[in-house]
């Protein structure tokens, strides 16, 4: 549809830019900096910081940008970012830790540990709510606000009086009641506050030293602050032209959730440390950590197509070529640990909705060439496939080779949402023939979708054939009349 594309642009050619730390101007920039300012200002991304880790050390560690946009201070390797969810990650290694002392089995039910539970809940496992696949009520409402004000007794209260989701095992669904209950688990086997308990055995055996638990109403030396493009006019979200500040508390017992703060290089360290065996002593506690929960159906679940998996606290970003463990936190920061590789890369930044585990493959693939978009990766093996014949014999003929494919095997499928994704990453990459050509042939291969003529109606009005936009946005509307999209552009181009 229309806004995938114009949107990047205009945010693409933006006035916003990066600032440069002071560190940045002296140094000659490499390719991995000239990518990630140029994502910086398509996203209007104020402060990034980039640690890469190789055989275990930190081989590259960069700032970028802006920290603190009221005060116009430059971002160093001091700022302090929120991490939000990536908070769920220490959770997984302090349970694995108490299992490695023989306090606790993550296939043990929850009620073993905690008293006053409802009945449904009892045979839940501490695995099942690590993975997000325990079917428990949310302690936090549609506004995503914690119940009952985040009084603690009261929403504890409040959320044991509410219904199971769904049963346990049958799906992934994002939850944080689990992370409470964690919380009070981790508490009471280890003798300490959990905060204490992660701050004792993971920040200062890592060597975090500014690391910290915390929020946006904490004062905190060297704070990046945190930032959004969306606020909200009438009750509904709008999405501006620039950053405004965001404003994010998580009270004490939520902070098994979100509520770490810390840097790339701390995070770094934090990597290495549980790589090479600080923090977890045997190695199958770390393969336990990372491996994604199988769902009742024998599937795994996931947030996405990328983060497709959820292991202990740990999202996973399950394939074949270069998987990854890769937390993410907030929709600002993100980290990926290729288990295959000797390769692992955090991105933290201070803008909500900034998303960096989209980009952190393509800066992984500055390390291993094969991983960039350019060259394939990422694509279905369809769809990677139909590339490879099309390099060869040229874009021009995707119908006719994608009908010998076929013939040659016929299993050989296209589906219409890679096709759709593939053309639009094209697009993106200023590729505008080779993009028509694969929406000219999604259309051809779904005739009966709606989305499959809008995107093509969008080429074709980017590139200035109106007339023909116009076709097939009046066709995706035929196709399905709530197409808001096209019922737009439909009297845009046609004057009406």
Excluded: C
């Excluded at 936090?140 to 095992?169: C, H, M, Y």
């Excluded at 491996?291 to 399950?318: C, D, E, H, R």
């Excluded at 021009?396 to 494919?405: M, V």
């Amino acid at each position: 549809m229309k806004t995938k594309y114009l949107r990047a642009a205009i945010l693409f050619f933006g006035t916003f830019a990066p600032a440069l730390t002071q560190a940045q101007q002296t140094q000659q920039p490499d390719s991995i900096d000239l990518f990630l300012r140029q994502r910086m200002q398509a996203q209007h991304i104020p402060a990034l910081q980039l640690a890469v880790i190789r055989q275990g050390k930190i081989v590259k560690l960069n700032s970028y940008g802006t920290a603190n946009l009221e005060n116009s201070i430059p971002a160093t390797d001091q700022s302090i970012f929120s991490i939000n969810s990536i908070t769920k990650a220490f959770t997984g290694v302090a349970i694995m830790q108490l299992a490695e002392e023989g306090k606790l089995k993550i296939n043990d039910p929850i009620s073993l540990y905690i008293d006053s539970l409802p009945v449904s809940w009892q045979k839940i496992t501490l695995k099942q709510v690590l993975t997000h696949t325990s079917g428990l009520p949310d302690i936090l409402d549609s506004n995503e606000q914690i119940l009952e004000n985040a009084n603690e007794n009261l929403a504890w209260k409040k959320v044991r009086t509410l219904p199971l989701e769904f049963k346990t095992g049958d799906q992934f669904s994002y939850n944080q009641t689990g992370y409470v209950i964690l919380g009070k688990i981790i508490t009471k086997l280890s003798g300490v506050h959990f905060t204490k308990f992660i701050e004792d055995r993971q920040f200062k055996v890592a060597d975090m030293p500014l690391t910290r638990f915390g929020d946006s109403f904490d004062v905190i030396q060297h704070s990046a602050g945190a930032y959004t493009m969306v606020k909200f006019v009438g009750g509904k979200p709008v999405r501006g032209n620039s950053p405004g500040n965001a404003y994010i508390q998580f009270p004490v017992f939520f902070r098994t959730a979100a509520g770490i703060l810390s840097t790339a290089k701390d995070m770094a360290n934090w990597i290495i440390a549980l790589k090479d065996g600080q923090l977890l002593k045997q190695k199958a506690s770390v393969e336990t950590l990372w491996a994604p929960a199988i769902l009742n159906n024998g599937k795994i679940g996931g947030f996405n197509q990328l983060t497709n998996g959820y292991a202990l606290g740990w999202p996973t970003v399950s394939r074949a070529e270069h998987p990854a463990a890769g937390p993410v936190g907030g929709g600002r920061s993100a980290l990926f640990v290729y288990r295959k590789d000797d390769l692992s890369i955090v991105v933290l930044t201070n803008l909500m909705g900034a998303n960096p585990d989209r980009f952190i493959d393509e800066i992984a693939a500055y390390y291993i060439p094969e991983m960039h978009q350019s060259n394939g990766f990422g694509l279905a093996p369809a769809i990677r496939k139909l590339r490879a014949e099309l390099l060869k014999q040229g874009f021009d003929q995707s119908a006719a080779i994608a009908a010998s494919l076929k013939k040659k095997d016929p299993s050989f499928n296209l589906n219409e949402n890679d096709l759709n994704g593939w053309a639009y990453q094209l697009l993106s990459e200023n590729e505008v023939a080779k993009a028509l050509s694969i929406f000219r042939l999604n259309v051809k291969l779904y005739p009966e979708s709606a989305n499959a003529y809008d995107s093509l109606g969008e080429i074709l009005e980017i590139t200035g054939n109106d007339q023909e936009a116009l076709l097939n946005y009046k066709k995706s509307l035929s196709l399905n009349p709530e197409n808001k999209n096209a019922v737009q552009h439909i009297k845009a181009l046609s004057g009406s």
